[in-house]
């Protein structure tokens, strides 16, 4: 259903700015799998993941795509892996451990495989997408839209075929459009975007801050306490993606004088 809200956006935008559907869509097979797959597959896998092993430790496995993404970046024509962006993204996933874990025992049981190995695909698929996505920098970023459109019809028919239908309730609706207009919708088309146009590495390090900003979203809604754990895992993650950007500081600077 986020993904039906995410792909309407798009539509919006293609009308919008005058653009045609159909020259949009005239993409080569490559660009529909990196995009279907990274988006839907990413997903699917993730959710494959919280159903087979307990949530905290598949989430901290799944979270492993931004230093993924810093490490595969190097691979890329004319990025370099220096040891601030290795360190940085290091020490974002350490705070992220911190802030996830909660102070909860962080063991991993063998019964779990399954789900800890679903959660680490998940991991490489985001990353991967949003590498090779970089390759294709000359895709707009329009087509973001027909990603969201193919993935719904995939994630609907996988739906129907793999789970029980429990329709929304209520306010329930509101949080579906939201996640669709929001995190599963204006967000792909920002990151998007960033990865073809922005500091990638820096990019990857600074996505250890969404967790940050969560639990400060729950702090102020008094659904979590405050506490030391969080200010570490906040200087950690927010130290490690300043180190890690150490590159744009660099042009900034480069561009102010």
């Not at 949530?55 to 795509?65: G, R």
């Not at 705070?95 to 962080?106: D, H, K, R, T």
């Not at 306490?225 to 490690?240: K, Q, R, T």
Request: proline fraction near 4%; hydrophobic fraction near 55%; include cysteine.
């Amino acid at each position: 259903m986020a993904f039906s809200v995410a792909f309407s956006i798009g539509l919006f935008f293609w009308i919008g700015r005058g653009e045609k559907p159909k020259e949009l869509l005239r993409l080569p097979w490559r660009v529909w799998l990196l995009g279907v797959g990274g988006l839907f597959g990413y997903h699917f896998f993730y959710f494959v993941a919280l159903r087979n092993a307990p949530a905290v430790q598949a989430s901290l496995i799944a979270y492993l795509w931004p230093l993924l993404i810093v490490l595969l970046s190097s691979l890329l024509p004319g990025e370099n892996l220096r040891w601030y962006h290795l360190v940085g993204a290091l020490v974002g996933f350490v705070g992220a451990v911190v802030l996830i874990g909660g102070g909860e025992s962080l063991g991993f049981v063998r019964e779990y495989l399954g789900g800890y190995l679903a959660a680490l695909v998940s991991a490489l698929t985001w990353a991967v997408y949003s590498v090779l996505s970089r390759h294709w920098r000359a895709v707009p970023t329009s087509a973001v839209a027909g990603y969201c459109g193919v993935t719904a019809v995939v994630a609907w028919t996988s739906h129907f075929i793999l789970e029980e239908t429990i329709w929304p309730v209520g306010w329930q609706w509101a949080a579906v459009v939201g996640l669709g207009i929001g995190p599963v919708g204006l967000a792909f088309y920002v990151w998007d975007w960033g990865v073809k146009h922005g500091d990638i590495k820096a990019l990857g390090a600074f996505s250890y801050l969404a967790p940050v900003l969560s639990t400060i979203l729950l702090v102020a809604a008094g659904r979590a306490v405050a506490s030391w754990d969080l200010a570490v895992a906040c200087g950690l993650i927010v130290g490690g993606a300043v180190l890690a950007s150490g590159d744009l500081r660099r042009r900034v600077r480069g561009t102010d004088t």
